[in-house]
């Protein structure tokens, strides 16, 4: 049998041939048996394949390590270079938050006691003598004026290093 | 990213525009669904199980690169198949494993007559073989082809790929194409009758 028979026969099975050779290649099958016997085994294994199809394999390897590999691949990761700036960034911000807290409860209780202080000093410049006026009095220095109209007048004395804030009440 | 992380329930055609908008958790919900059909074609080219791994990785690397030439006039099954198929492709092809007559002409002087090598199937040599124990059978006989035969029969056969389509993945002429086909089919069925006859009780 020659390759061009041969070669007509599967183009035909596999529906490959034009419409004259197919005509061609027919009446050819209707003369010749050894063409025909070639024709039917190729027609039962090309059945035989696409019947029974193909054993089912399934991934070896779980869904998120098959994914991590190709993710590594697709998405954009940090560069190395990016990388050590990111870790030296957060490295100082760590070393900078080591600081943060305590220096943060340092600054409150100084507030908390400056702000009592000045709470005392303000409670006892309006309960003040006269004589105790007095003795500030020189000292004194307005450093406000302001509010002078809304009732409040402050003062600072840098040598006794207190402030006063008065608040009057007409 | 999305805003929306979730494309398990959404339709197939959804689920690629988003992928082909860069949105990652789309394009792992296109590896979720079509993963085990990819690993099984790069498998059935490959027939080594790491080698198939590799090769399907490889092959959604590459459509992730390449979903904006995806203009849906396939199912994205079919279209990732053929990336797939190109990928295993151009593997054996750097391999230069292709091992195969090239004309009906070198067959017969290889192996001394088409007909006297490759005997004539019976209509059905199978019969009474459960359907399982069948795929199991042909499976273990396409391991034994030579992966360019493995690869022309698993193109056309499995794959229902035409002709042309077969010669430009392969790079090769049509004509090429039918007697690599040819010869690949005539070993299959000669390692299949071989296998059939070892396995009967006798």
């Known amino acids: 049998m020659n390759e061009k028979l041969v070669i007509q026969i599967q183009a ?44 089912d394999h399934e991934l070896p390897v779980a869904h998120s390590y098959f994914w991590k590999a190709i993710s590594d691949e697709i998405l954009p990761h940090p560069s190395p270079r990016n990388q050590t700036r990111h870790k030296q960034t957060a490295g100082a911000f760590q070393r900078w938050s080591a600081w943060l807290v305590p220096g943060g409860v ?42 002078q109209n809304a009732g409040f007048i402050s003062f600072r ?14 | 990213m ?19 908008t860069g949105d990652a958790v789309a394009f792992e919900e296109l590896v979720r669904r079509h993963g085990d059909k990819i690993f099984r074609r790069a498998l059935s ?98 391991a034994q082809l030579s992966e360019g035969h493995r690869a022309v029969i698993v193109m056309h056969t499995f794959e229902e790929m035409a002709y042309k389509e077969i010669a430009e993945s392969m790079d090769c002429s049509i004509g090429t194409v039918m007697s690599r086909l040819f010869y690949a089919r005539r070993n299959l069925a000669s390692v299949l009758k071989r296998m059939l006859e070892e396995d009967s009780p006798s």
Not at chain 2, 8 to 17: A, F, G
């Open chain 1, 12 to 55: 035909y099975l596999d529906g490959e041939l034009s419409a004259e050779a197919r005509l061609q290649l027919l009446a050819r099958l209707e003369k010749d048996s050894e063409a025909r016997e070639l024709c039917d085994s190729l027609k039962a294994e090309q059945s035989l394949l696409k019947d029974v199809g193909e054993k």
């Open chain 1, 106 to 147: 340092i600054a409150c209780i100084a507030l908390v006691v400056f702000q009592k202080g000045l709470l005392d000093d303000v409670l006892d410049g309006i309960k003040s003598t006269g004589k105790k006026a007095a003795r500030r009095a020189p000292s004194f220095h307005e450093i406000d004026s302001q509010q």
């Open chain 1, 157 to 170: 004395s840098e040598s006794e290093g207190v402030s006063v804030v008065w608040i009057s009440n007409y």
């Open chain 2, 2 to 20: 999305s805003a929306d992380f979730s494309f398990e329930d959404r339709e197939e055609t959804e689920v690629v525009s988003a992928a082909k």
């Open chain 2, 45 to 142: 080219m490959m027939r080594d199980e790491n080698t198939a791994l590799d090769m399907a990785q490889l092959a959604w690397i590459k459509a992730w690169n390449r979903l904006s030439q995806f203009h849906g006039d396939s199912s994205f099954a079919t279209w990732m198949t053929r990336v797939t198929i190109n990928v295993c492709l151009d593997h054996i092809r750097k391999a230069k494993r292709w091992k195969f007559a090239e004309s009906i002409e070198e067959m017969d002087e290889n192996l001394g007559g088409v007909e006297r090598k490759l005997p004539i199937v019976e209509t059905n040599p199978t019969e009474g073989l459960e359907r399982e124990e069948l795929k199991k059978t042909i499976d273990r006989a396409l």
